[in-house]
């Protein structure tokens, strides 16, 4: 059974997508499938489905509405769901989830570039990128899961951040300064990407726009939160202002 949680939420069996009608079916199976395996307990799901307002007969619901769940699954032709002592779980070999396999493809991205491997940890870290078709669990309400999705954006831009700097090293400057001048745009505030476009820019010989795009990042920072940009940035700054290559001489920055 295929899950997909990178995008809109689905679920199949076969290729053939499975219709589940209202919110609960997928609220229940995102959230034992971002458990990676271990058990979720009732009350987590129940804090899930009903925020801080959650009915007397919460638990009950909560058993019935997995049962149902269950022979919905199983008429498609398999169950993963499982009950154990401490509630529910979902055992990651027997399904096919989208997340997983991120989560797999980056750890093994960041591994091969740590022997040197840049170009292929490039590929990988393309391959695991090409598994987002939206934003994470898009379609579900709540605060579990709109921090769920943070959580998985946050491991998109992060993976994001490692191919770049790969890229950089390799050379290829050219070829990030858009996806990074586009990134800015919707995370502002997010240091690591203007690090990165400014040592693209620079690589590419634009060091003029890296010092304006630092310019336009310290003013936001001070006029909409009253803070400067941090050590790291302020020396790449004067790094540039030196004519110095800073991100190549650099090669213990991680992201």
Not at 82 to 98: A, K, L, N
Not at 227 to 233: E, V
């Amino acid at each position: 059974m295929e899950f997909r949680l990178l995008g809109p939420f689905e679920t199949r069996h076969q290729g053939k997508l499975i219709e589940l009608r209202g919110g609960t079916y997928p609220k229940i199976l995102v959230l034992l499938l971002l458990g990676d395996g271990s058990a979720v307990s009732i009350v987590r799901i129940v804090d899930a489905l009903w925020d801080d307002a959650p009915p007397s007969t919460a638990w009950r619901q909560v058993r019935n509405r997995v049962a149902s769940l269950r022979r919905v699954l199983r008429a498609h032709g398999h169950d993963p769901v499982q009950t154990v002592p401490q509630g529910y779980r979902i055992h990651t070999g027997e399904v096919d989830c989208d997340s997983s396999h991120f989560a797999a493809f980056t750890d093994r991205a960041r591994a091969i570039a740590q022997d040197g491997r840049l170009r292929e940890a490039v590929q990988i870290m393309d391959d695991a990128l090409a598994l987002w078709t939206g934003p994470a669990l898009m379609g579900l309400s709540g605060k579990v899961f709109e921090a769920s999705s943070l959580r998985l954006e946050e491991s998109r831009l992060s993976a994001i951040e490692s191919r770049a700097s790969w890229q950089l090293r390799l050379g290829l400057s050219a070829r990030v300064i858009g996806e990074l001048s586009e990134l800015i745009v919707a995370k502002p505030y997010r240091q690591q990407l203007v690090y990165l476009y400014m040592c693209a820019l620079q690589h590419d010989g634009r060091a003029a726009d890296a010092l304006k795009a630092y310019e336009m990042y310290r003013s936001r920072l001070n006029d909409e939160l009253g803070i400067n940009p941090g050590q790291q940035l302020q020396q790449l700054y004067v790094s540039i202002l030196r004519d110095e290559m800073p991100y190549m001489d650099n090669r213990s920055l991680q992201f």
